[in-house]
């Protein structure tokens, strides 16, 4: 079985640029997750989709960050503009809806704003 | 926040039994105990998860008290591709469908 697919592994921006990063989940998983994770710390949730709605995005700088789940499969997050603090791993993961806990993550992207 | 605290590290020689602890007093009754780890450079992995009974599957064994106020991650066998940092977080079904809140878990090393 095929895991979650993210791309790409690694990017590097000026800040005040923008990013865009890709998710596949896997085939079935109705809900998908995007993470992020500072260096030194546990992942932080930004935004649960469940099929192509927003379930919950209260941890999302929407000033800057925004996302969508088209079809309710793939998806995107995009950082416009970049901040230095932005550097992070941004991790997607999904899961199916009746094992709500048991999410399964993709490798990450990494992100670094100069 | 996270309503978990574990140990920032802990040691563990090769082949021995790795013991993990985990303080969830604040949990809920409807909350299950979910742990994860993350190796380096690697998305969180699922290890195992338990609400009262004590669990075990091939990775590891959960041991939850009575009380359910604190947990154990047990690793019967620790190799050296089992450093990595353990997450242990309370999820609730009711609630919040699956929303993981990670702390900064304990990070394993496991030693020649």
């Known amino acids: 079985e095929a895991g979650v697919a993210q791309s790409p592994r690694y990017k590097i921006i000026e800040k005040r640029q923008s990013v865009a990063f890709w998710c596949n989940p896997i085939?079935?998983?109705?809900?998908l997750y995007w993470y992020q994770q500072i260096l030194g710390q546990g992942p932080k949730l930004l935004i649960q989709?469940?099929?192509?709605?927003?379930?919950?995005d209260s941890q999302l700088p929407k000033d800057r960050f925004s996302a969508e789940r088209l079809k309710g499969v793939d998806s995107t997050l995009k950082i416009q503009p970049a901040k230095l603090e932005d550097s992070a791993v941004y991790l997607c993961?999904?899961?199916?809806?009746?094992?709500?806990?048991?999410?399964?993550f993709g490798e990450g992207s990494r992100l670094t704003v100069l | 926040d996270a309503k978990t605290t574990q140990p920032p590290s802990m040691d563990c020689a090769e082949g021995r039994a790795a013991n993990l602890p985990c303080n969830h007093s604040?949990?809920?009754?409807?909350?299950?105990v979910y742990w994860y780890r993350q190796i380096h450079s690697q998305g969180p992995q699922y290890i195992i998860h338990g609400l009262k009974n004590n669990e075990t599957n091939e990775m590891a064994s959960l041991i939850i008290t009575e009380d359910r106020k604190s947990s154990t991650l047990i690793l019967p066998h620790a190799t050296l591709r089992d450093t990595a940092v353990y997450y242990c977080?309370?999820?609730?079904?009711?609630?919040?469908?699956?929303?993981?809140?990670f702390g900064k878990g304990t990070k394993l090393s496991v030693k020649p």
């Open positions: 977080i309370g999820v609730d079904y009711g609630g919040s469908q699956g929303n993981l809140i």
């Open positions: 993961a999904s899961s199916l809806d009746h094992f709500p806990g048991e999410l399964f």
């Open positions: 989709f469940q099929n192509n709605g927003v379930v919950d």
């Open positions: 085939s079935g998983h109705a809900t």
């Open positions: 604040t949990i809920s009754g409807n909350e299950y």
